[in-house]
Protein backbone atom coordinates (compact mmCIF):
# COMPACT_ATOMS: atom_id res chain seq x y z
CA UNK A 1 0.00 0.00 0.00
CA UNK A 2 0.98 3.63 -1.01
CA UNK A 3 1.47 6.27 1.15
CA UNK A 4 -1.40 8.40 -0.71
CA UNK A 5 -4.03 5.08 -0.86
CA UNK A 6 -2.74 4.95 3.28
CA UNK A 7 -4.04 8.65 3.73
CA UNK A 8 -7.02 8.05 1.56
CA UNK A 9 -8.11 4.88 2.95
CA UNK A 10 -7.79 6.82 6.83
CA UNK A 11 -9.58 9.63 5.72
CA UNK A 12 -12.61 7.53 4.29
CA UNK A 13 -12.81 5.94 7.15
CA UNK A 14 -13.07 8.98 9.56
CA UNK A 15 -15.17 10.16 7.10
CA UNK A 16 -17.69 7.16 7.55
CA UNK A 17 -16.88 7.16 10.94
CA UNK A 18 -18.23 10.81 11.32
CA UNK A 19 -21.20 9.38 8.93
CA UNK A 20 -22.17 6.98 12.23
CA UNK A 21 -23.82 9.51 14.91
CA UNK A 22 -26.03 10.83 11.54
CA UNK A 23 -27.24 7.37 10.31
CA UNK A 24 -28.26 6.63 14.39
CA UNK A 25 -30.05 9.88 14.64
CA UNK A 26 -31.88 9.47 11.20
CA UNK A 27 -35.71 9.17 11.35
CA UNK A 28 -38.66 11.56 12.38
CA UNK A 29 -39.44 12.39 15.66
CA UNK A 30 -42.60 11.39 17.14
CA UNK A 31 -44.22 10.41 20.32
CA UNK A 32 -47.03 8.58 22.29
CA UNK A 33 -47.84 8.13 25.77
CA UNK A 34 -47.79 4.32 27.16
CA UNK A 35 -48.36 2.76 30.98
CA UNK A 36 -45.95 0.30 32.56
CA UNK A 37 -47.96 -2.51 34.75
CA UNK A 38 -46.57 -5.11 36.63
CA UNK A 39 -47.42 -8.60 35.35
CA UNK A 40 -48.85 -9.78 38.43
CA UNK A 41 -49.71 -8.11 42.06
CA UNK A 42 -49.95 -4.41 42.73
CA UNK A 43 -45.96 -3.54 43.02
CA UNK A 44 -45.49 -1.58 39.87
CA UNK A 45 -41.31 -2.20 38.44
CA UNK A 46 -39.17 0.41 37.87
CA UNK A 47 -38.21 0.61 33.80
CA UNK A 48 -35.95 2.71 32.57
CA UNK A 49 -35.10 3.32 28.74
CA UNK A 50 -32.34 0.99 28.32
CA UNK A 51 -35.36 -1.59 28.90
CA UNK A 52 -37.28 -0.56 26.23
CA UNK A 53 -37.50 -2.08 22.76
CA UNK A 54 -39.27 -0.21 20.11
CA UNK A 55 -40.33 -1.06 16.71
CA UNK A 56 -42.43 0.65 14.49
CA UNK A 57 -43.42 -0.98 11.00
CA UNK A 58 -41.81 -3.75 12.23
CA UNK A 59 -38.32 -1.62 11.80
CA UNK A 60 -36.67 -1.27 14.91
CA UNK A 61 -36.95 2.66 16.22
CA UNK A 62 -34.38 4.83 18.49
CA UNK A 63 -35.64 5.74 21.83
CA UNK A 64 -35.15 9.89 22.24
CA UNK A 65 -37.39 10.38 25.29
CA UNK A 66 -38.67 8.10 28.51
CA UNK A 67 -40.58 10.56 30.51
CA UNK A 68 -42.44 9.81 33.64
CA UNK A 69 -45.17 11.70 33.57
CA UNK A 70 -45.40 13.14 36.86
CA UNK A 71 -44.48 16.59 38.63
CA UNK A 72 -43.78 18.95 36.53
CA UNK A 73 -44.31 16.40 33.32
CA UNK A 74 -48.10 15.35 35.12
CA UNK A 75 -50.71 17.38 32.41
CA UNK A 76 -53.46 15.88 31.68
CA UNK A 77 -57.31 16.23 30.66
CA UNK A 78 -59.40 13.20 31.40
CA UNK A 79 -63.43 13.00 29.99
CA UNK A 80 -65.74 10.96 31.55
CA UNK A 81 -68.12 9.52 28.78
CA UNK A 82 -71.11 8.42 29.95
CA UNK A 83 -73.91 6.43 27.97
CA UNK A 84 -76.99 8.41 27.98
CA UNK A 85 -78.70 4.76 28.06
CA UNK A 86 -76.92 3.41 30.88
CA UNK A 87 -79.37 2.41 33.74
CA UNK A 88 -80.19 4.30 36.83
CA UNK A 89 -78.47 2.16 39.05
CA UNK A 90 -75.58 3.76 38.01
CA UNK A 91 -76.57 6.53 39.45
CA UNK A 92 -75.61 4.54 43.00
CA UNK A 93 -71.68 4.55 41.86
CA UNK A 94 -71.78 8.51 41.48
CA UNK A 95 -70.10 9.22 45.21
CA UNK A 96 -67.21 6.68 44.16
CA UNK A 97 -67.03 8.82 40.55
CA UNK A 98 -66.85 11.75 42.70
CA UNK A 99 -63.87 10.52 44.83
CA UNK A 100 -62.31 9.48 42.35
CA UNK A 101 -62.72 12.60 40.14
CA UNK A 102 -61.61 14.95 42.92
CA UNK A 103 -58.49 12.48 44.10
CA UNK A 104 -57.26 13.42 40.90
CA UNK A 105 -53.32 14.93 40.66
CA UNK A 106 -53.81 18.74 41.22
CA UNK A 107 -53.19 20.46 37.90
CA UNK A 108 -55.21 17.35 36.40
CA UNK A 109 -57.93 18.62 34.38
CA UNK A 110 -61.60 16.45 34.15
CA UNK A 111 -64.47 17.08 31.73
CA UNK A 112 -67.78 15.09 31.86
CA UNK A 113 -70.21 14.06 28.51
CA UNK A 114 -72.51 12.07 27.81
CA UNK A 115 -73.13 10.07 24.71
CA UNK A 116 -76.28 11.23 22.68
CA UNK A 117 -77.31 10.49 19.07
CA UNK A 118 -74.08 9.80 18.01
CA UNK A 119 -72.45 12.90 19.77
CA UNK A 120 -70.11 13.21 22.60
CA UNK A 121 -72.27 16.00 24.67
CA UNK A 122 -70.45 17.57 27.28
CA UNK A 123 -72.50 18.22 30.77
CA UNK A 124 -69.10 20.02 31.91
CA UNK A 125 -66.50 20.90 29.99
CA UNK A 126 -62.95 20.51 30.75
CA UNK A 127 -62.08 22.24 34.09
CA UNK A 128 -58.92 22.17 36.82
CA UNK A 129 -62.16 22.35 39.36
CA UNK A 130 -62.70 18.63 40.33
CA UNK A 131 -65.55 19.69 42.15
CA UNK A 132 -67.06 21.42 39.28
CA UNK A 133 -66.61 18.34 37.58
CA UNK A 134 -67.89 15.87 39.92
CA UNK A 135 -71.34 17.70 40.57
CA UNK A 136 -71.84 17.83 36.70
CA UNK A 137 -72.76 14.17 37.26
CA UNK A 138 -76.69 13.76 36.75
CA UNK A 139 -78.48 10.57 35.74
CA UNK A 140 -78.64 8.74 32.69
CA UNK A 141 -81.96 10.76 31.03
CA UNK A 142 -82.02 8.31 27.35
CA UNK A 143 -84.13 5.71 26.75
CA UNK A 144 -82.51 2.16 24.89
CA UNK A 145 -80.63 2.80 21.82
CA UNK A 146 -80.57 7.06 22.55
CA UNK A 147 -76.68 7.17 22.56
CA UNK A 148 -76.18 5.97 18.59
CA UNK A 149 -73.58 3.73 18.59
CA UNK A 150 -70.99 4.10 21.35
CA UNK A 151 -68.28 4.12 19.09
CA UNK A 152 -69.82 7.28 17.05
CA UNK A 153 -69.52 8.84 20.35
CA UNK A 154 -66.00 8.24 21.34
CA UNK A 155 -64.97 9.82 17.56
CA UNK A 156 -67.15 12.96 18.13
CA UNK A 157 -65.19 13.10 21.44
CA UNK A 158 -61.51 12.62 20.22
CA UNK A 159 -62.23 14.84 16.76
CA UNK A 160 -63.81 17.65 18.56
CA UNK A 161 -61.59 17.67 22.04
CA UNK A 162 -63.45 20.41 24.49
CA UNK A 163 -60.06 22.37 24.98
CA UNK A 164 -57.78 24.62 23.44
CA UNK A 165 -55.60 21.46 22.19
CA UNK A 166 -55.97 20.51 18.93
CA UNK A 167 -56.03 16.62 17.80
CA UNK A 168 -52.17 15.28 17.90
CA UNK A 169 -51.40 17.74 20.04
CA UNK A 170 -48.88 16.02 23.05
CA UNK A 171 -48.40 18.77 24.88
CA UNK A 172 -50.66 17.25 27.81
CA UNK A 173 -51.56 13.90 27.53
CA UNK A 174 -55.57 13.31 26.78
CA UNK A 175 -57.41 9.93 28.44
CA UNK A 176 -61.11 9.03 27.52
CA UNK A 177 -63.03 6.62 30.37
CA UNK A 178 -66.12 5.55 28.67
CA UNK A 179 -69.23 3.80 31.05
CA UNK A 180 -70.94 1.79 28.66
CA UNK A 181 -71.96 -1.34 27.73
CA UNK A 182 -70.33 -1.32 24.54
CA UNK A 183 -72.46 -2.55 22.36
CA UNK A 184 -72.91 -1.24 18.65
CA UNK A 185 -76.49 -1.84 17.49
CA UNK A 186 -75.49 -0.26 14.05
CA UNK A 187 -73.44 -3.05 13.15
CA UNK A 188 -75.67 -6.14 14.27
CA UNK A 189 -76.33 -8.10 18.04
CA UNK A 190 -73.13 -9.96 18.34
CA UNK A 191 -69.67 -9.33 18.08
CA UNK A 192 -67.46 -8.73 14.43
CA UNK A 193 -64.23 -8.09 14.75
CA UNK A 194 -63.97 -5.54 12.00
CA UNK A 195 -66.77 -3.61 13.30
CA UNK A 196 -66.06 -0.47 10.71
CA UNK A 197 -67.47 1.74 13.69
CA UNK A 198 -65.06 -0.07 15.74
CA UNK A 199 -61.95 0.77 13.83
CA UNK A 200 -62.97 4.27 12.82
CA UNK A 201 -62.93 5.04 16.55
CA UNK A 202 -59.68 3.41 17.72
CA UNK A 203 -58.19 4.88 14.21
CA UNK A 204 -59.40 8.43 15.11
CA UNK A 205 -58.38 8.10 18.91
CA UNK A 206 -54.90 7.14 17.69
CA UNK A 207 -54.55 9.90 15.44
CA UNK A 208 -55.85 12.54 18.05
CA UNK A 209 -53.32 10.49 20.55
CA UNK A 210 -56.26 9.44 22.89
CA UNK A 211 -55.97 6.87 25.31
CA UNK A 212 -59.51 5.42 26.02
CA UNK A 213 -60.10 3.52 29.06
CA UNK A 214 -63.79 1.64 29.74
CA UNK A 215 -66.14 -0.33 32.27
CA UNK A 216 -68.64 -2.03 31.37
CA UNK A 217 -72.30 -1.17 32.58
CA UNK A 218 -75.36 -2.42 30.94
CA UNK A 219 -77.88 -0.27 29.12
CA UNK A 220 -81.89 -0.14 29.56
CA UNK A 221 -83.96 -2.43 27.64
CA UNK A 222 -83.59 -5.82 26.22
CA UNK A 223 -82.66 -5.61 22.82
CA UNK A 224 -78.92 -5.58 24.15
CA UNK A 225 -79.54 -7.59 27.02
CA UNK A 226 -78.55 -10.99 26.33
CA UNK A 227 -75.45 -12.73 27.09
CA UNK A 228 -74.27 -12.95 23.78
CA UNK A 229 -74.86 -9.32 23.15
CA UNK A 230 -73.29 -8.02 26.10
CA UNK A 231 -69.89 -10.52 25.49
CA UNK A 232 -69.63 -8.91 22.08
CA UNK A 233 -70.12 -5.15 23.60
CA UNK A 234 -67.30 -6.49 26.46
CA UNK A 235 -65.02 -7.36 23.16
CA UNK A 236 -65.48 -3.95 21.67
CA UNK A 237 -63.85 -2.36 24.49
CA UNK A 238 -61.32 -4.30 24.66
CA UNK A 239 -60.55 -4.02 21.01
CA UNK A 240 -60.84 0.36 22.20
CA UNK A 241 -58.64 -0.38 25.04
CA UNK A 242 -55.99 -2.50 23.44
CA UNK A 243 -56.02 -0.22 20.38
CA UNK A 244 -55.55 3.31 22.07
CA UNK A 245 -52.86 1.71 24.79
CA UNK A 246 -56.36 1.78 27.68
CA UNK A 247 -57.56 -0.83 29.74
CA UNK A 248 -61.25 -2.28 29.68
CA UNK A 249 -62.89 -3.31 32.87
CA UNK A 250 -65.79 -5.27 33.50
CA UNK A 251 -66.95 -7.98 36.47
CA UNK A 252 -68.74 -10.98 34.46
CA UNK A 253 -71.23 -10.05 32.43
CA UNK A 254 -73.31 -8.04 35.30
CA UNK A 255 -72.97 -4.25 36.12
CA UNK A 256 -70.36 -4.29 38.96
CA UNK A 257 -71.12 -4.23 42.61
CA UNK A 258 -68.81 -1.25 42.59
CA UNK A 259 -66.32 0.72 40.29
CA UNK A 260 -63.92 1.23 43.36
CA UNK A 261 -61.44 -1.69 42.10
CA UNK A 262 -61.57 -0.44 38.90
CA UNK A 263 -61.13 3.25 39.38
CA UNK A 264 -57.91 2.25 41.99
CA UNK A 265 -56.44 0.74 39.35
CA UNK A 266 -57.17 3.25 36.70
CA UNK A 267 -55.65 5.81 39.17
CA UNK A 268 -52.56 3.57 39.72
CA UNK A 269 -51.94 3.50 36.01
CA UNK A 270 -52.34 7.24 35.70
CA UNK A 271 -49.64 7.60 37.93
CA UNK A 272 -47.26 4.92 35.99
CA UNK A 273 -47.15 7.01 32.82
CA UNK A 274 -44.62 7.52 30.22
CA UNK A 275 -44.02 10.05 27.19
CA UNK A 276 -41.91 7.82 25.13
CA UNK A 277 -40.14 9.55 22.10
CA UNK A 278 -39.03 7.85 19.24
CA UNK A 279 -37.39 8.23 15.84
CA UNK A 280 -39.16 6.34 13.22
CA UNK A 281 -38.30 5.73 9.25
CA UNK A 282 -41.12 8.44 7.99
CA UNK A 283 -43.84 6.99 6.11
CA UNK A 284 -43.61 9.12 2.83
CA UNK A 285 -44.70 12.43 1.90
CA UNK A 286 -48.14 12.31 3.83
CA UNK A 287 -48.25 11.40 7.85
CA UNK A 288 -49.19 8.20 8.85
CA UNK A 289 -50.90 5.66 11.41
CA UNK A 290 -47.45 2.63 11.87
CA UNK A 291 -47.69 0.01 13.54
CA UNK A 292 -46.43 0.04 16.95
CA UNK A 293 -44.61 -2.69 19.20
CA UNK A 294 -43.09 -1.64 22.87
CA UNK A 295 -41.96 -4.21 24.44
CA UNK A 296 -39.06 -4.03 28.16
CA UNK A 297 -36.81 -6.23 29.55
CA UNK A 298 -37.70 -4.99 33.16
CA UNK A 299 -38.21 -8.19 35.36
CA UNK A 300 -41.89 -8.29 36.74
CA UNK A 301 -43.08 -5.35 34.05
CA UNK A 302 -44.92 -4.88 30.63
CA UNK A 303 -45.95 -2.13 28.87
CA UNK A 304 -49.27 -1.15 27.71
CA UNK A 305 -49.20 1.03 24.17
CA UNK A 306 -51.43 2.04 21.39
CA UNK A 307 -51.51 -0.47 18.73
CA UNK A 308 -50.73 2.35 16.19
CA UNK A 309 -48.49 5.62 16.38
CA UNK A 310 -48.64 8.65 14.19
CA UNK A 311 -45.67 9.27 12.18
CA UNK A 312 -44.76 12.73 10.27
CA UNK A 313 -44.43 12.63 6.74
CA UNK A 314 -42.50 15.05 4.57
CA UNK A 315 -46.16 17.10 3.63
CA UNK A 316 -44.09 19.78 2.21
CA UNK A 317 -42.41 17.61 -0.23
CA UNK A 318 -46.06 16.24 -1.47
CA UNK A 319 -47.16 19.66 -2.42
Given at each position: M??T?LI??I?LA??F?????A????G??T??????VP?SG???P??TKE???VSV??????????????G????????I??D??????L??Q???????I?R?P??AE???A??Q?????????????????AD??????G????????????????KNW????????T?V?RE????T??V?L??GRG?DPS???V??????A??????V????Y?N?G???????????G????L?V?????????W?????P???V????D?Q???A?????GIL??KPG???????L?????A?GAK?D??S???V??????SR
Amino acid sequence: MTKTQLIFGILLAGSFAATLPALAQSGTPTQTVVTVVPKSGTQTPLVTKEQLQVSVNNQHSQITDWVPLRGEHAGLQLVILIDNSARAGLSLQYNDLRNFIQRLPEGAEVGLAYMQNGSAVMAQNITPDHKLAADALRLPSGPAGSSGSPYFCLSSLVKNWPSGNTPGDTSVRREVLMITDGVDLYNGRGYDPSDPYVDAAITDAQRAGVLVHSIFYKNVGRIDNGEFTQTGGQSYLLQVAAGTGGRAYWQGIGNPVSLVPFLADLQTRLANQYELGILAAKPGNKTALQPLKVKTTAPGAKIDAPSSIVVPGNESASR
